[in-house]
Nanobody, 121 residues
Framework: QVQLVESGGGLVQAGGSLRLSCAASGSIFKVTLMGWYRQAPGKQRELVSTITSSGSTNYADSVKGRFTISRDNAKNTVWLQMNSLKPEDTAVYYC???????????????WGQGTQVTVSS
């Protein structure tokens, strides 16, 4: 079984920075797409950013220029550097990954448990 373990959330003032990390562990053959989603109270979960194994990135318009996603394929780890944080960035942030397990020909999609990010004004 695969686990995604996130860390790095917390409370920060507007304009501040946080760095989230997510490490995938288990019987992993390969990890293809990795990304971050967020869900604010009363709202649907939304895409924040994704990164392919070759390093191609995608960002929601609301975070472009402020957030940077990166990954280490050897460590099956993805990071989200969040700068110039705004109160509207407050949400639970979830790591997501497409993982192919050893002995399988297809990938499954996995979610982390979520980490709270709170930005005070």
């Amino acid at each position: 079984q695969v686990q995604l373990v996130e860390s790095g959330g917390g409370l920060v003032q507007a304009g501040g920075s946080l760095r989230l990390s997510c490490a995938a562990s288990g019987s992993i053959f390969k990890v293809t797409l990795m990304g971050w989603y967020r869900q604010a109270p009363g709202k649907q979960r939304e895409l924040v950013s994704t990164i392919t194994s070759s390093g191609s990135t995608n960002y929601a318009d609301s975070v472009k220029g402020r957030f940077t996603i990166s990954r280490d394929n050897a460590k099956n780890t993805v990071w989200l550097q969040m700068n110039s944080l705004k109160p509207e960035d407050t949400a639970v942030y979830y790591c997501n990954a497409d993982v192919t397990n050893w002995g399988y020909a297809y990938s499954d999609n996995y979610w982390g448990q979520g980490t709270q990010v709170t930005v005070s004004s």
